[in-house]
């Protein structure tokens, strides 16, 4: 196979996916999958895994401001097809063609929570929505995070936009009774947001802005290199 793909006109590629599909009607294949270029092909005797997303429409019961150009949303609704920490959603708004991607910064109790920056037209259009406003929304996206590789001192860094997911993850790795270390890194203090709802979770919190207006003057790694920790997330 490799002596014919050397010398042979038509892309590697091309060849390479011939050949898998050719190995995925023999009889005797054991493989179950094989991952061509961003493909996965999947033998007829392999049931599909049942997709856990769903569209749904969750209404807003709170849009508020919580830091330079940064808000905080919460959505009432059914949300039971997010299934871990470090998903995400997407919401459709008026006369947009695209959805836009926000990750989850906590589910529970019938209520989505969401933090976006407003930085284009959508995320705009977003700040200026109230509550009672019912969004179409697909949830239930993105595999999230594994907490069974946390060990017992997991680290977790966000900066910026990286931080909301850390939130649910934080609040799910602290009931499983780790020691849970964040570190959050703004711009500057005026960014800065959920400093306190991390340490109102139990987690040791430590806050870096880049400007050095608040906290540790620097990145989220030079944080990073001066602590103890089993296992990080970011």
């Known amino acids: 196979f490799f002596a014919r793909?050397?010398?042979a006109e038509r892309p590697f590629s091309r060849l390479f996916q011939e050949s898998a599909k050719l190995l995925f009607t023999s009889s005797q294949t054991q493989f179950p999958r094989c991952l061509l270029r961003n493909q996965i092909?999947?033998?007829?005797?392999?049931?599909?895994?049942?997709?856990?997303?769903?569209?749904?429409?969750?209404?807003?019961?709170?849009?508020?401001?919580?830091?330079?150009n940064t808000y905080e949303m919460k959505l009432q609704g059914d949300i039971s097809a997010i299934t871990a920490p470090g998903q995400f959603v997407n919401i459709k708004l008026e006369e947009k063609f695209l959805r836009r991607p926000?990750?989850?910064?906590?589910?529970?109790?019938?209520?989505?929570?969401i933090i976006y920056k407003t930085v284009g037209s959508g995320t705009e259009q977003m700040s200026k929505m109230q509550p009672g406003k019912a969004l179409d929304i697909l949830l239930g996206l993105g595999?999230?995070?594994?907490?069974?590789?946390?060990?017992?001192?997991?680290?977790?860094?966000?900066?910026?936009?990286?931080?909301?997911?850390?939130?649910?993850?934080?609040?799910?790795?602290?009931?499983e009774g780790k020691k849970v270390k964040v570190i959050l890194g703004f711009n500057s203090l005026d960014e800065m947001f959920y400093e306190d709802k991390f340490t109102a979770l139990g987690a040791e919190v430590y806050t870096a802005t880049a400007d050095g207006s608040y906290g540790i003057?620097?990145?989220?790694?030079?944080?990073?290199?001066t602590l103890d920790y089993s296992y990080f997330y970011t």
């Open 5 to 7: 793909a050397k010398n």
């Open 41 to 68: 092909i999947i033998p007829q005797n392999t049931p599909p895994k049942e997709k856990q997303m769903i569209q749904t429409f969750l209404t807003i019961t709170q849009n508020t401001k919580i830091a330079k």
């Open 102 to 113: 926000i990750s989850v910064c906590d589910a529970q109790d019938n209520t989505l929570t």
């Open 143 to 175: 595999n999230g995070y594994d907490s069974s590789k946390s060990a017992d001192r997991p680290l977790l860094i966000g900066g910026g936009a990286g931080v909301p997911p850390m939130y649910f993850l934080a609040r799910k790795l602290i009931a």
């Open 217 to 225: 003057k620097g990145f989220v790694t030079d944080v990073m290199k």
